[in-house]
């Protein structure tokens, strides 16, 4: 079991960027992967973005171009860097780990975009 903490969110305009942070409990090396899912209004819990131990990453069509999804080993830390946030952008933002066997999910943060 990890414990995950995310931080960064806010409110911003349309246009706007934002930086979310998740501090893990332990090593992010020793995870399978990490990724950043988020969940909107009226909307179910989707992937966001996702990195591999091996740093290959992935992205929902939706972000792709405007998202950024990165770590550091040393501080046990996962960034998305957004880009050109869009009012469709505001959600939840969630923070997950896989090990072997277990997901572990932070408390989320909220990220509102204005128009």
């Known amino acids: 079991q990890v414990q995950l903490v995310e931080s960064g969110g806010g409110l911003v305009q349309a246009g706007g960027s934002l930086r979310l942070s998740c501090a893990a409990s332990k090593s992010i090396f020793s995870m399978n992967a990490m990724g950043w899912y988020r969940q909107g209004p009226g909307k179910q819990r989707e992937l966001v973005a996702a990195?591999?131990?091996?740093?290959?990453?992935n992205y929902a069509d939706s972000v792709k171009g405007r998202f950024t999804i990165s770590r550091d080993i040393y501080t046990n830390t996962v960034y998305l860097q957004m880009y050109r946030l869009q009012p469709e952008d505001t959600a939840v933002y969630y923070c997950?780990?896989?090990?072997?066997?277990?997901?572990?999910w932070g408390q989320g943060t909220q990220v509102t975009v204005s128009s």
């Open positions: 990195i591999t131990r091996t740093t290959t990453t």
């Open positions: 997950a780990a896989d090990q072997p066997g277990i997901r572990s």
